[in-house]
């Protein structure tokens, strides 16, 4: 597919998205040419493309063509997310990952939340093979690599989870605002847990995938996260291949940053830190690459 079609496809799923509100659709940011780097950013669960907006400007200021995806059952209202499945939040997974193939030589992934969890799931289903995959460094923002809540792996049983979506379905009801749900459907929370699963069923295979491709990790976590488990990030990013470039960003407890606040600088009072330690990273990759 050339950088053409690419942006021909992308821009008729943005023109399609149900969304009402023009900050939750998937965008481009563009260079008007194939770069050398594309980046896919992938948001939330209950979240939107709004969550991610900030740090693709990042990316695009320093050359990245980006591409942003809406995840199905989002942008739109909570009740969405009662049926979707994970096999459509893959499928759109890969529709942006062909995406940032025509749009970059090399494809970065980002991923916030269930985002980080489907980017490292699309970084195994393509790169897990001897086959070539073009695949750059990979950006975790509080990515769910364990979930916090013991009560979930209990709901979501097989014989469990069919009573309690009757008696039960939501499994949060919280405030929420134009970008992003104020509940979540305990059938999104048993999607995003057995993608976990399969993450963790393959992580030997991941960890041979990166180590064969020399890839670069950076991630953030906050050690006051309700949703994910922080400490199996950090685990997760000590075992990458020692030879791995890496930087990892933990918020402590005294920050009192939530795991929702972290990509956007009007809710991260610690934003400004964060673009700088990625700037660095960036830069410590352009050095790693022969400067190119």
């Known amino acids: 597919m050339t950088r053409s079609q690419a942006v021909e496809r992308f821009q008729a799923r943005i023109a399609q998205s149900p969304a009402p509100d023009p900050d939750n659709k998937p965008f481009l940011l563009l260079h008007g040419r194939r770069t050398e780097r594309s980046i896919l950013m992938v948001h939330g669960l209950t979240d939107s493309p709004h969550s991610m907006r900030e740090l693709a400007r990042l990316f695009h200021a320093q050359g990245y ?8 059952g989002h942008g739109t209202r909570p009740q969405d997310l009662l049926r979707v499945t994970l096999k459509e939040w893959r499928d759109e997974t890969d529709f942006g990952l062909d995406a940032a193939a025509a749009l970059g030589r090399t494809v970065s992934l980002a991923g916030f939340s269930t985002g980080g969890a489907l980017v490292l799931d699309a970084l195994r289903r393509n790169c897990a093979s001897p086959a070539p995959c073009d695949f750059g460094d990979v950006f975790l923002f509080t990515p769910a690599l364990k ?26 009801d919280t405030r929420g605002d134009a970008n992003r749900y104020g509940k979540m459907a305990l059938n999104a929370v048993c999607q995003l847990r057995r993608l976990i699963q399969d993450n963790d069923a ?24 309700a949703a994910v488990d922080s400490d199996a990030v950090a685990d997760f990013m000590a075992s990458l291949p020692p030879q791995s470039r890496r930087t990892f960003l933990l918020y402590p407890k005294e920050d009192g940053i939530a795991h929702e606040r972290v990509t956007r600088p009007e809710t991260n009072p610690r934003y400004a830190e964060l673009e700088a330690a990625l700037l660095a990273f960036l830069g410590s990759s352009s050095l790693a690459a022969g400067r190119t």
């Not at 063509?65 to 199905?72: E, K, R, S």
């Not at 014989?159 to 939501?170: E, L, T, Y």
């Open 202 to 225: 393959a992580r030997s295979e991941l960890l041979s995938a990166i180590a064969a491709r020399g890839l670069g990790f950076f991630a953030l976590a906050t050690a006051v996260d």
């Open 147 to 172: 979930l916090v809540s013991r009560l979930v792996p209990w709901a979501c049983l097989p014989g469990v989870a069919p009573i309690m979506k009757a008696v039960h379905p939501w499994a949060m």
């Open 65 to 72: 063509n980006v591409a942003a995806i809406l995840l199905p």
